[in-house]
């Protein structure tokens, strides 16, 4: 199982900026795709997860309305597209593929990749 993030950098308040995650080595339509981000000092954390089964979706409340993950099955990635950032999304974000199609839970994911850092600053 390979996940590569990438497309992270540094962006201003307010800005956008779309993560992608390129996964291989799996059966796409068996696992659903998370991001997760871990900021300095901080826990990691669940952002945002697609379910393999239905592409139903699941956010953190502190990211609803800003943030949209979405999926290209024919490449096999899965993108994460963040408007209006604000400082505290500094972190680095990482993608997860979960132990099933469904997105029940932050803690049912068992493979990570690299992440890629995001800045938010003026």
């Known amino acids: 199982v390979q996940l590569q993030a990438s497309g992270g950098g540094l962006v201003q308040p307010g800005g956008s900026l779309r993560l992608s995650c390129a996964a291989s080595?799996?059966?796409?339509?068996?696992?659903?795709i998370g991001w997760f981000r871990q900021a300095p000092g901080k826990e990691r954390e669940g952002v945002t997860c697609?379910?393999?089964?239905?592409?139903?979706?699941r956010y953190t409340d502190s990211v609803k309305g800003r943030f949209t993950i979405s999926r290209d099955k024919a490449k096999n990635t899965v993108y994460l597209q963040m408007n209006r950032l604000k400082p505290e999304d500094t972190a680095v974000y990482y993608c997860?593929?979960?132990?099933?199609?469904?997105?029940?839970?932050?803690?049912?994911?068992?493979?990570w990749g690299q992440g890629t850092l995001v800045t938010v600053s003026s």
């Open positions: 997860a593929k979960a132990k099933g199609r469904r997105c029940d839970s932050w803690y049912n994911f068992n493979s």
């Open positions: 080595g799996f059966t796409w339509d068996y696992y659903a």
């Open positions: 697609i379910s393999s089964s239905d592409g139903s979706t």
